[in-house]
């Protein structure tokens, strides 16, 4: 039997969660493991400053009072036996996009990309919205996504990161990562004690809607697909930082 590991950055109470949870019930057996409260922009984050707890509901279902890369990590070397280790991992579904940029800041991004890491296929999945959220088709298109990565495999270390449009989808399309053009919004307010907190917020005022991206694709009404992988090298400058390099060396060697 098929073993689905699945997580989150809004929380086990997230209705995207037991949306998607429900919807993957027809392709294996569902295990979840997930915040105890919502973890959105969490990025990559490992707690390493203070304890876990991990609390069991009962023989499918967790939490853990940390971020969903602890979900993940935990999940594979402690919660789940090694002979029950999961074929796939999905993490989702989000409230709202991770589209490019904001994936480097998700929550939902990262607990699929630690299950990569971790030798599991992962995969995140977000509906871009935040009103009059309907997370019927973002199910839908996470079990047709997850049913291909069990019958063709991913290459390793690669995730997928799926966004799906709010309304009528007129397909899904394979696409690259766009530019953010953004600044931070940071309103400050004054507690009940009279100290300072602040918000930090962003102001979008362009996205790359360059054909062949994920804006593109959502814009246009198709589900987007990006793969991903937690190699972070920028491969088109090696050549050009490696001459940089080689100078450098040259320098130090006659000084």
């Known amino acids: 039997m098929t073993r689905i590991l699945l997580t989150n950055d809004d929380g086990i109470h997230s209705d995207g969660l037991l949306k998607l949870e429900r919807a993957l019930h027809e392709v294996g057996d569902v295990f979840v493991v997930a915040p ?50 999961p074929d796939v991992c999905v993490s989702g579904i989000n409230h709202g996009g991770n589209l490019g940029d904001d994936a480097t800041y ?36 996470a079990v047709l996504a997850v049913r291909k990565i069990l019958s063709e495999g991913l290459p390793e270390g690669t995730l997928l990161n799926m966004n799906v449009p709010l309304g009528e989808i007129k397909g899904v399309k394979v696409t690259r990562q766009g530019i953010k ?10 507690d009940p004690r009279g100290k300072p907190y602040f918000w930090i917020g962003e102001q979008y005022f362009r996205l790359n809607a360059e054909e062949g991206t994920d804006y593109r694709a959502i814009e246009d009404g198709f589900v987007s697909v990006t793969p991903l ?24 060697l006659h000084t």
């Open 106 to 141: 998700s929550g939902t991004v990262a607990g699929a990309l630690e299950a990569t890491i971790l030798g599991v296929k992962g995969i995140a999945v977000s509906l871009v919205a935040r009103e009059n959220l309907d997370f019927t088709d973002a199910a839908r298109f």
């Open 229 to 252: 992988r937690s190699d972070m090298t920028d491969h088109r400058a090696l050549t050009e930082i490696g001459s940089w390099n080689c100078l450098a060396s040259s320098e130090l």
């Open 36 to 85: 105890a409260a919502e973890m959105s922009g969490a990025s990559h984050s490992l707690t390493l400053a203070r304890p876990l707890r991990i609390r069991q509901i009962d023989d499918r279902h967790w939490t853990v009072d940390g971020t969903p890369t602890d979900c993940v990590t935990l999940a594979l070397h402690k919660i789940l036996k090694d002979d029950e280790l």
């Open 181 to 190: 053009n953004a600044r931070p919004v940071i309103t400050e307010h004054i």
